[in-house]
């Protein structure tokens, strides 16, 4: 089956109403069995141009299946990734309500702020430190429209990569920094669940901002400056429910926190 314009633009409009209900459908790629990573990527655009149209502002974006583990699972050998807007943007220790996701999870994250741009092909990890003004841990909240979590690769690129929300914290500079050594911890209601260190992130998590530079070649487009990227995450992700508290501690840059409700 292949896809055509009417159902990369119906794929679209389910996944912006399962976004705005919180209600997940089913895997598009059952739905969809000739959807490739092309068409999801063109289903993710649609989505971006749709919310930008309705009034939102593009502010950063996001890195998703960045370590070995999470590529294994799905059968790919390289990341994929989304865009973050002003409206998914959380405060440090605030509390937000769980009903607001279909099934989220919390993964601790460095998230890089950029003052040059950053444009493919061929960018590396000397220029994306050269570039970065700031850096911060972060937490973000992944999510996925698709039910229970049944992903393949193009489910989860249409789906935004999983996004959800980001907490992010004070922005330092980066260049004391060891971030491949860096540890982070993600604790649930005070208690650690997983740990991990930035090599799990493509060796160094400036290593995934510069595979998303050039990656992002192919649309024409650029990491803007003012722009941020969450990097990828250093551990596993953990499940949330009503009335946990999740935080995440990355050593050198400190600790960020979302209580839901």
Known sequence: MTLTTGHIGEAT??????????????????????LDVVDAYAIQQLNLTRRLREGRNLIGHKIGLTSAPMQTL???????FGY????????????????????????????????????????????????????AVALEVVDSRIADWKL??????????????????????????????ARASLSLNATDVYSGVGTAVMGD????????????????TEILPGQFVMSGSFTSAAFVRPGDHAAAIIGGLGAVSLRFS
Do not use: K
């Not at 409009?13 to 000739?34: C, K, N």
């Open 152 to 181: 393949t690769l193009p489910d989860t690129v249409a789906d935004n990569a999983s996004s959800g929300a980001v907490v992010l914290g004070d922005w330092v500079p980066a260049g004391h920094l060891d971030l491949p050594q």
């Open 84 to 135: 973050i807007l002003d409206d998914m943007v959380l405060t440090n220790g605030s509390a937000v309500s769980a009903a607001q996701f279909c099934a989220p999870r919390v993964e601790p994250e460095v998230a890089f702020l950029v003052r040059a741009p950053l444009r493919g092909p061929g960018v590396t990890v000397e220029q994306v430190y050269a570039a970065t003004e700031a850096v």
């Open 205 to 220: 998590p400036a290593a995934a901002v510069a595979w998303l530079a050039n990656a992002l070649t192919r649309f024409g």
């Open 13 to 34: 409009q389910l996944l912006d109403a399962a976004r705005i209900t919180q209600t997940p459908i089913g895997p598009l790629t059952e739905r969809y069995p000739g």
């Open 74 to 80: 799905l059968g790919v050998d390289e990341p994929d």
